[in-house]
C-alpha cells in the first residue's frame, strides 16, 4: 500500500496542474465555441461559420504544409542523426549532443530576429546561396510560397537538439548484450542501426511525433513576429492559432476563436489517437 500511495503524491501535483491549466480551459472554450456572444446555446454552428470564413482554410493548409515538411525532417534527420551519434565515441557523441542542443536555449523570438538576418540578402552569411536563388529583398525570401518551409527550418533549428536528446536516452537503454550479439552475428553500423536499434526505439519516434505535431499545430510566435517585423499584414493570420488570436481580439469575436481552438485539439487528439494504434508506446516490455 505504501508504494501505491506515493504514487499518488507525485502525480497528484501534476493532475492538479492538468485541472487548471489543461481541462479547465478546454471545457471553457468548448463552452464559448457552442454558445452564442449572449450566451445562448447554438449548437455547431460557430464551428460551421467559422469553417466558411475565407480565411480558414488557407490557414489550415498553411499548417499542414508547416507540419508535413517538419515531421519529416524530425523522423529522418533526428532519427538519423541520433543513431549515427550513437555509434561514436561517447564524449564526441556528449560534444555534438551539446552543441545540436544549443539552439534550443534561445527564446523562441530571438531565433526568429536572427533568422530575419540569415534571409537578408545582402547581409546574410548564405547571401551566395540567397543570390543565387534569385532573392534580393527581405520580401522576396518571405515570399507566401516560402513560408512553411522558413517556419519548418526556424522549428527544426530549435527543436531537433531536444529530441535528438530524447532519441539518444532511448537508445541508451539498449541493453549492451544485445548490440554485442548483433555484432558477433556479423552486423555491421547500418544492419544494428536498421534492423535492431530502430525497432526498439520505435515507440519514442511515436512519442516525438505526437509531442512535435501538438506543438506544430500551435505554430502562432514565428508567423506573428515575421508579419510585425516586415509590416505584411496578410501573415496576420497564416495560421490557424494566428486566426484564432485574430477574430478574438480584432474582431472581438471570441466564440468563433473558441471554435478554432477546439478544432485543433479535436486534429490533435484523432492523429495521437491513430499513431497511438499502430505503434506500442504504452505497452510495457517492448
Known sequence: MRPRKSGYLFVAPYVALLL???????????????????????????????????????????????????????????????????????????????IFYLPAALAGSASVMLWLFVLQPGDSP????????????????????????????????????????????????????????????????????VHIKLPLIQRWIAYMLIGAFAAGTQLFVEPQLVSEATSAASN????????????????????YAAAISIDLLVVALVCAAVILMHTRLFQVGH
Open 20 to 98: 487548471v491549466v489543461g481541462i479547465y480551459p478546454v471545457g471553457y472554450a468548448a463552452n464559448l465555441a457552442l454558445t452564442s456572444f449572449t450566451g445562448h446555446f447554438t449548437g455547431l454552428t460557430n464551428f460551421i461559420n467559422s469553417y466558411h470564413d475565407y480565411q480558414f482554410l488557407p490557414a489550415f493548409e498553411n499548417i499542414g504544409k508547416f507540419l508535413a515538411i517538419w515531421l519529416t525532417a524530425l523522423v529522418v534527420l533526428v532519427v538519423g542523426l541520433s543513431l549515427a551519434l550513437h555509434s561514436l565515441n561517447r564524449r564526441i557523441s556528449a560534444a555534438f549532443r551539446f
Open 126 to 193: 548564405w547571401n551566395v546561396v540567397l543570390s543565387w536563388l534569385g532573392y534580393k529583398t527581405l520580401g522576396n525570401s518571405l515570399a507566401p510560397g516560402n513560408l512553411p518551409v522558413i517556419f519548418a527550418l526556424i522549428a527544426f533549428w530549435t527543436g531537433a537538439g531536444a529530441w535528438i536528446v530524447v532519441m539518444h536516452g532511448a537508445l541508451a537503454t539498449i541493453p549492451d548484450t544485445v548490440l554485442e550479439a548483433a555484432t558477433l552475428d556479423g552486423a555491421g553500423w547500418w544492419r544494428t542501426a
Open 236 to 255: 496576420q493570420t497564416w495560421s490557424p492559432n494566428q486566426l484564432a488570436v485574430f477574430l478574438s481580439f480584432h474582431l472581438d469575436n471570441f466564440n
